[in-house]
């Protein structure tokens, strides 16, 4: 079976990324890429270059998923497959797009 890595890249701050972790489950997350922790944000082109290095997938690698179509815009300039999403049906849209690509 494919084992896809799976990463969270997130523009949040220390005192909203604190709260956060203890509400939701990141176990099996291979890497989580945190603003405040890399020093720039989405859509800034340097984000996704870090994401880049750090994974060491390059940007036809990556399938991207957002709400914000200018972080959205930013991941398909650097090549990748990306998709903007809606909060309140994202797992859905997700698991469809990942279908699409014969990925599950």
């Not at 890595?5 to 945190?34: C, K, M, P, Q, Y």
């Not at 020093?39 to 270059?49: E, H, N, S, T, V």
Request: proline share 3%; with cysteine.
């Amino acid at each position: 079976m494919l084992r896809l890595g799976e990463s969270v890249l997130s523009n949040t701050n220390d005192a909203h990324w604190s709260h956060i972790r203890t509400l939701d489950s990141f176990d099996g997350v291979d890497h989580l890429f945190l603003s405040f922790q890399v020093g720039c944000q989405k859509p800034d082109p340097a984000i996704y270059r870090h994401v880049e290095q750090a994974t060491a997938f390059s940007g036809d690698q990556i399938i991207f998923f957002d709400d914000d179509n200018a972080n959205v815009d930013a991941a398909l300039a650097r090549g990748r497959e990306a998709h903007c999403v809606a909060p309140q049906s994202s797992i859905e849209e997700i698991r469809g797009y990942l279908h699409a690509a014969g990925l599950t």
